[in-house]
């Protein structure tokens, strides 16, 4: 069954530095998105991707914050400059019908922001 | 007033026993609605989309009224493994894919 990978599982750094979590969607699926969990809160949504282009974004996604898919086989989120309240589980999503919007879930990656 | 709200719970029931969790959501405007399922940190999965004419899966049935702005989810004859996180999802609808989810309501199934 096609789903949706996620790496690394598992990122910690240091307070300031920049990171990138990648996500690889499933093949044929035209919507992306980014989630983020703090441990114990609700799942948030930052950002959806369609065409090349962001389509909708949360509060949440400010300036720190960039998606891109570079190689119409990645899509990454890049965060600038990480702060200690960035740590969170970060989920990648996508759908391949955007009217009835079932998304898949990658599996997640932990951020550690020390 | 949150844009979807769940009683986070804990429900704790027997085995066997029927359960129902109940979500309310404020945008009358959206569009779309599902039942996700979400075990300790682990990804959300998607349990079934919620359909105004209500739907079953087995022993899970779901139901939408839109003029209350509730979906609920029922569960017959509960199973330990049903034990997780149920998050309720909202779609918002209009040219834009923003999405909502619930805190989830934990469900926990004894023995």
């Known amino acids: 069954e096609p789903e949706v990978t996620q790496t690394p599982s598992h990122q910690v750094t240091q307070m300031g530095q920049e990171v990138i979590l990648r996500c690889v969607p499933i093949s044929n699926h035209l919507y992306f998105y980014w989630y983020r969990q703090i441990l114990g809160q609700k799942v948030e949504f930052l950002v959806s991707?369609?065409?090349?282009?962001?389509?909708?974004k949360s509060e949440i996604f400010d300036d720190q914050f960039s998606v891109e898919r570079p190689d119409g086989s990645n899509f990454t989120l890049k965060i600038r400059s990480t702060k200690l309240e960035d740590s969170a589980m970060y989920f990648c999503?996508?759908?391949?019908?955007?009217?009835?919007?079932?998304?898949?879930f990658g599996a997640g990656t932990r951020l550690s922001v020390l | 007033r949150k844009e979807v709200e769940q009683d986070p719970g804990p429900f704790n029931v027997p085995e066997g026993a029927t359960v129902a969790f109940n979500c309310t959501y404020s945008?009358?405007?959206?569009?779309?609605f599902f039942w996700y399922r979400q075990d300790c940190r682990k990804e959300p999965k998607l349990l079934m989309s919620v359909y105004s004419s209500g739907n079953e899966d087995g022993r899970f049935t779901a139901q939408l009224n839109r003029a209350s702005q509730y979906i609920s989810l029922l569960i017959r004859d509960s199973k330990l493994s049903d034990s997780a996180t149920y998050l309720c999802?909202?779609?918002?609808?209009?040219?834009?894919?923003?999405?909502?989810f619930g805190t989830g309501t934990k469900l926990q199934v004894i023995p």
């Open positions: 999802v909202v779609l918002e609808s209009g040219g834009y894919q923003k999405v909502t």
């Open positions: 945008n009358s405007a959206s569009q779309s």
């Open positions: 991707f369609y065409n090349n282009e962001i389509s909708e």
């Open positions: 999503a996508s759908t391949t019908d955007r009217a009835q919007n079932i998304q898949y």
